[in-house]
């Protein structure tokens, strides 16, 4: 089983966002790559260096907003969500969620006005949701788990 989260779905579910360290210090480090940019054109003979350290300012303008930018693309991005022989994989924005079926207690298919939702529980008390897509059939997901071992939680309705 493999799918790309719905757009709409995913950003009712994402927290807003905000900017934090991380982002910080990658607008410090793009800055700094613009910099020595910056600094290796200024040794060519035909530039002003006046005119370079009057405009110095814009390094660090551009470095943030790369940054900012960057940050944007991965919020706003949807995950992929996937399977394999060991476990379920959901990359999102660079970051992997990774659930070990042996991990896996129980699972559930909700369906919603803007997609299906996948809620796995796992034996540690953690409940994640995964987004489908109301295209997607359900009973593919259903026969994976089962490949594994795993019923639907009670209530499950058996898909669409």
């Given at each position: 089983?493999?799918?790309?989260?719905?757009?709409?779905?995913?950003?009712a579910e994402r927290p807003p966002y905000r900017v934090g360290y991380a982002q910080v210090r990658r607008g410090l480090v793009w800055s700094a790559v613009l910099l020595a940019i910056v600094a290796l054109s200024a040794i060519s003979p035909s530039i002003e260096l006046s005119g370079v350290a009057n405009r110095l300012w814009l390094v660090f303008v551009f470095g943030f907003g790369l940054s900012f930018l960057h940050?944007?693309?991965?919020?706003?991005?949807?995950?992929?969500?996937?399977?394999?022989?060991?476990?379920?994989?959901?990359d999102s924005g660079g970051s992997m969620l990774i659930i070990p079926w042996e991990a896996v207690r129980a699972f559930h298919i909700d369906t919603n006005e803007r997609s299906q939702v996948l809620t796995v529980s796992t034996k540690d008390g953690l409940e994640h949701r995964l987004l489908m897509p109301l295209s997607f059939p359900s009973t593919q997901v259903i026969a994976e788990f089962r490949q594994h071992g795993l019923e639907p939680s009670e209530g499950q309705s058996g898909g669409t």
């Open positions: 089983m493999q799918w790309r989260e719905p757009w709409r779905a995913t950003f940050s944007i693309v991965f919020w706003v991005c949807p995950g992929t969500v996937g399977s394999g022989p060991r476990a379920i994989v959901k």
